[in-house]
C-alpha cells in the first residue's frame, strides 16, 4: 500500500527487485549489461543511500563481475570470523589456549 503512494519507496524497491533478479540469473552477459544499468539508474534515482551504493558498486564493478562469473565470494570466510570473535568475547579470560582452540573448532564446523 505504501508503495501507491510515495514515489522514493516505490523507485526503492524497483531497484531492490531488479538487483535481485540480477544476482538470482544464470547469464553472465546479462548480469554484466544490467548491473551497469542498474548502477547509472540508482545513481540518478534521487536516493542517497543508493546514490552510495552505487557508487560503491561501480567503484567495485570488476570484482562484482567475478563473483557472478566464478560463484565465489568471501562471505563463509566472514562468517567463521565472526563467529571466532564472538566466542572470543564470551570466552574472555579463559586461560586455557588449547580449551579455547578446541571451542573455535567445535564452533565452526
Known amino acids: 500500500l505504501m508503495l501507491l503512494y510515495n514515489d522514493d519507496l516505490r523507485i526503492a524497491h524497483k531497484l531492490k527487485e531488479w538487483f535481485y533478479e540480477i544476482c538470482q540469473s544464470d547469464k553472465y552477459s546479462y548480469q554484466c549489461r544490467e548491473l551497469a544499468k542498474w548502477i547509472q539508474n540508482a545513481e540518478s534515482s534521487g536516493i542517497p543511500e543508493f546514490e552510495k551504493c552505487a557508487a560503491t558498486y ?21 562468517g567463521f570470523n565472526n563467529k571466532i570473535k564472538v566466542l572470543k568475547r564470551i570466552s574472555f579470560g579463559l586461560k586455557n589456549f588449547y580449551r579455547f582452540r578446541n571451542r573455535i573448532l567445535h564452533c565452526t564446523s
Not at 61 to 73: C, P, Q, R, S, V
Request: aromatic letters at 20%.
Open 58 to 78: 561501480r567503484r567495485w564493478h570488476k570484482e562484482i563481475k567475478n563473483a557472478f562469473k566464478y560463484g565465489y565470494t568471501n562471505g563463509p570466510t566472514e
